[in-house]
């Protein structure tokens, strides 16, 4: 149908290369170049300091069996890793952590696009509808988990709600069902995070020229087929850009986790992060805890890399990938 | 103080500062000093209550001043490991002794006061026991802490029960009038895990004898037979179902659906717990009275029984000195457990005063009882997270945590001291 022809790039232009005199090519290299180091450096600074030398420390504390006190002096080698894949309660976290990812995938991804594309029509209230879809993402993950494990206690807020409405009969051990629990906390964590997707979408359905839309009524498309092939291929790079974060949000899954349930009952719903600060941090076994938070680096990261290199490539070229 | 509070959260931002104030001064030199305090009592009263002790105590020992920082609790656990690796460790901070003291002095920062303490740690009895490793003293508490059943009177008398249980026996012969009564017997804070280990911790002081208990603790192992048999007596507890449904999702302090707001608002009868429970059900009612309303017994005696049934199971707060102004920091400590601080603590109701003259001066009638029990207790058990090495500790409590949502055995338990002994993950 329509779909094919359409682009939205500006096509790439050569730039123009100005012919540099002989006398001034000395100084007008030595400039950018200054000027590069300049700005550049602190940046570059804090990200050595802050990002690249704690992977590396925490790289190193993973091959030794330290409490956190004295010096380093039980080397192990890989034992920490060995241990922690070998583990039930860590292998049952990176399931839940992808058992949440498919699912934010699966689910919220489909929810976030009905809801933008009907906050995107012209209806009554719909700033204030915008707001509210919206004003869970503003609250802090700490008290959003509060509220809900408030909410979610035997005889709480939901449990009078749905007996309110006639279906007691669904009423569940929300956060005491070693089966459910996991379920409930990905229910809270839409709830949550619904909002940021509807946001980034609308925000993707604003550069959708209205004139597409036209072009695709006058052709006789119906509002179905101007949504499947016009919009929706439109806005292939914002929801790219949502599954990336989502995804990475699901893999690092900790506050509302620890604060609603601790990863329990029984390890039902740990999750990498919450078993990195158990097993690490609660119980002073630095060294096995850097060698968890390294596995979750890689995992996250291995993850990153391959999406930027087959999804995110048309999106981000010549911005994150070399140009050509 | 135990009441640990799960919305502190884990800190991750504690990496970045820990404590980096501090003035001058030398252990070795009479010079003026500033004490760079970590405390965690971040609430009033006692917050003021610790800054008025500093201030106080500035004024008649000029030479020694304070910079007071009140941290969350949960920070403690990881800022102090951050601290002592540093170059600037606080001089003195919250200390609940056992284990992980043991393992803090690895650092080699922690300071001996054995001797500078020798002028004021008699009054303190066994109850500076928990803060000495080898025999030597490494801090001091300066509040005592027991758990026991908190319960409602009311309730009880409404259900028909005339005296509190002194036996597992008539304790479930409680639980089942309070089944017919139509209440929830027992409250249990499960999604917390430490108050399960209460109950796996009091079956087992029950069961095995002091002696049992202190080489357990000594040595890191259960392989005596009756800490088997106390998982056993637990699993039984269990299957008596005394606990509100879906107590493994239940936070312990959060909440009117919380264990303790359950008791407070009297949707549950009874709850095992530490003295610092008053208050804490008072923040989670409406009802002022609530306070005359429960009160406190210890925990029953196991037919069969090695335990001595005095014995209590407790803990204590306290503070540990570093090597850079210890004998200043010693110095503040002995005034910590002097008359007058613990005269002082002891109207706070804070926990147990640590010293006889601190234990008269009680006012509240619960508090007053535990105190009782305390003084005549022929042993304090401190709850084995906090005996055992912290990576034992929290092992075990995990263990049991599972244990009560139905996973595993007694002997799972046992086994949990010592595959986290050896190292096993």
Sequence with gaps: MMSAAITTRPPTAPVPHAPAAGGTRRRSRLRPRLELAFLLTPALLLFIGFVLIPIGVAGYYSLYSWNGFGPLTDFVGLDNYVDAFSGDVFQGAIGHNLIIAVLSVVVQLPLSIGLALLLNRKLRGRTFLRMVVFAPYVLSEAVTAVIWLLMLQPGGFVDEILRGVGLGGLVQLWLADQSLVLYTLFVVITWKYIGFGVILLLAGLQGVPAELREAAALDGASAWQTTRHVVLPLLGPTIRIWIFLSVIGSLQLFDLVWIMTLGGPANASTTMATYLVDHGFKRYEFGFGSAVAVILFIICFVFALFYQRFALRRDTAGALTGAR | ?425
């Design chain 2, 1 to 425: 103080m135990r009441s640990r509070k799960p919305l502190a959260l884990f800190a991750a931002a504690a990496l970045a500062l820990a404590g980096c104030s501090g003035g001058g001064g030398d252990a070795s030199t009479e010079g003026p000093v500033t004490l760079t305090w970590w405390h965690n009592r971040t609430t009033e009263p006692m917050k003021s209550k610790w800054q008025q002790i500093a201030d106080d105590f500035h004024k008649t020992h000029p030479n020694t001043s304070f910079t007071i920082e009140p941290l969350q609790n949960e920070q403690f656990q990881t800022k102090v490991p951050l601290a002592l690796q540093g170059n600037t460790p606080p001089d003195l901070f919250q200390q609940w002794g056992g284990g992980a003291l043991a393992d803090q002095l690895k650092s080699g920062k922690i300071a001996d006061i054995t001797q500078a303490s020798s002028g004021w740690i008699g009054p303190l009895a066994k109850n500076a026991d928990g803060w000495k490793v080898g025999g030597k003293q490494y801090g001091a508490p300066y509040l005592m802490h027991a758990v026991g059943f908190w319960y409602r009177k009311d309730i009880f008398a409404t259900a028909g029960i005339t005296a509190t249980p002194t036996t597992v026996d008539e304790l479930n012969a409680a639980v089942t009038k309070l089944k017919t009564a139509g209440v929830v017997p027992i409250a249990l804070g499960g999604k917390d895990r430490w108050p399960d280990a209460f109950y796996w911790a009091y079956f087992a002081v029950r069961q095995c004898s002091v002696d049992t208990l202190k080489k357990a603790v000594e040595k890191t192992e259960l392989t005596d037979p009756c800490f088997l048999k106390a998982g056993e007596n637990l699993k039984s507890f269990l299957d008596t179902k005394p606990f509100q449904d879906g107590f493994v999702g239940t936070p312990a302090q959060q909440g009117a659906g919380s264990s303790a707001g359950l008791v407070a608002n009297g949707k549950a009868a009874m709850e095992l717990q530490g003295d610092w429970n008053p208050d804490v059900m008072q923040a989670l009612t409406e009802d002022k009275e609530i306070g005359s309303k429960i009160g406190w017994f210890p925990f029953p005696s196991v037919p069969g029984g090695q335990g001595d049934p005095s014995v209590l199971l407790g803990g204590g707060d306290g503070f540990s000195c570093t090597t850079r102004a210890a004998k200043a920091c010693a110095e503040f400590l002995g005034h910590l457990v002097g008359d007058d601080v613990q005269k002082i603590l002891a109207e706070t109701n804070s926990g147990l005063p640590v010293t006889p003259a601190g234990v008269a001066a009680l006012k509240s009638e619960p508090h007053k009882t535990i105190a009782a029990a305390m003084t005549k207790a022929s042993h304090v058990q401190f709850y084995f997270d906090t005996a055992f090495p912290t990576k034992v500790g929290q092992a075990l409590n995990d263990t049991i945590a599972n244990f009560f949502a139905g996973q595993g055995g007694p002997d799972t338990i046992v086994k949990s001291v010592s595959e986290a002994a050896a190292g096993n993950k």
